[in-house]
């Protein structure tokens, strides 16, 4: 059941955070845009840097970190006399309003304490009107595919590696394909 799936999904989407496919997307104005007072005309073409949007840290505090508890917060079982181990927690989504709002003031000092995933600065699938019609469905395919990858494989990746994104046509890709070591988990 993918909805059991909470932290999966949190990593996919932070992955798609730090590292959108499509690093930047561009609009015409249909009519003049007034952003705090500032006026662009209508039918300006401008560029909506998503790589830039995600790793502002006023959109993502620590937005060079890894966090995909940016998304999700782990729930821990009560101890009503039931036998409470790890297989037992579960993550639940933290990207509601609700959440959100409860951070507003709270200033952001460390990784531990990161508010929820700001939603209205996440782009990876494009906004509006002309969002991505399959994100739904992309994010439910990744999620699978990557459930069923951990489950059945252990990746580590190569000492010493970092990953290098470079533009490749319209999308962005590793410089080097990620190369790692891929082993068969053992049950």
Not at 40 to 61: A, C, L, Q, Y
Request: hydrophobic share 35%; with cysteine; charged share 30%.
């Amino acid at each position: 059941d993918i909805e059991q799936l909470q932290y999966t999904k949190a990593v996919v989407l932070e992955s798609l955070r730090l590292y959108p496919p499509a690093p930047m997307t561009s609009r015409s104005l249909e009519r003049d845009l007034d952003i705090d007072g500032h006026v662009i005309p209508g039918k300006t073409h401008i560029n909506i840097p998503i790589w830039s949007v995600h790793r502002d840290e006023r959109n993502f505090p620590f937005p060079e970190h890894f966090l995909p508890k940016r998304w999700v917060e782990r729930v821990v079982p009560d101890d009503s006399g039931k036998d409470s181990n790890e297989n037992s927690i579960t993550w639940t989504d933290r990207t509601g309003a609700r959440d959100r709002d409860r951070y507003v003031e709270q200033e952001c000092t460390s990784p531990e304490d990161v508010p929820p995933a700001n939603l209205d600065a996440f782009c990876a699938f494009s906004g509006g009107a002309r969002s991505c019609p399959g994100r739904k469905i992309a994010v439910q395919e990744s999620v699978t595919v990557l459930a069923y990858l951990l489950r059945n494989f252990s990746f580590e990746a190569l000492d010493g590696y970092e990953i290098n994104p470079i533009q490749a046509s319209f999308i962005q890709r590793p410089e080097d394909d990620l190369p790692m070591n891929i082993s068969l988990r053992r049950r």
